[in-house]
């Protein structure tokens, strides 16, 4: 009975860690799109090829938080372009810029189509979903990745 009643106090201040920790979590604010940079060819291929970039975010938390992965699908001017996943562990700062180095699969009869839509009007409509595994510690959650809106295609890549 005595190691019953040691075990049970323990149990519920792990429970309340991580229930403080989640809702701390539930309070994020959505980081704002800033713009894409070193965009690389990794791959070409006739039918897919892949694309590395960063993305800049600005994290309007006061809380640092870090990004284990993400996932997604990318779409330009409603026509879809391909997968994304982000790989590696990012540390984002309170209240500042980040990176995302993103690797693009694009499908490449897609991205020709595209091309040429952006070339005749700078003014694209781009579209993400997708998700990504975001906390603090040890906690981490799944968070949606969502975002469109309307970008000058030849101003994000300069």
Known sequence: FLNQMTKTPVLFLLIFIIV???SSCGSIKDPEFQSIENIKLGKLGLSESTLNLDIVYSNPNN???KLKSAEGE???DN????HFTVDSLINIPANNL???PVKLQVDMSKILQSSILAFLN???MIKVNGKAKLGKGIVYINYP???????NLRELLK
């Open 63 to 65: 809380t640092r938080l």
């Open 74 to 76: 990318a779409w330009l």
């Open 20 to 22: 403080g920790v989640l």
């Open 145 to 151: 990745i969502k975002y469109e809106g309307k970008q």
């Open 98 to 100: 980040f990176r995302l």
């Open 79 to 82: 026509n879809f372009l391909g």
């Open 122 to 124: 700078p003014e694209v």
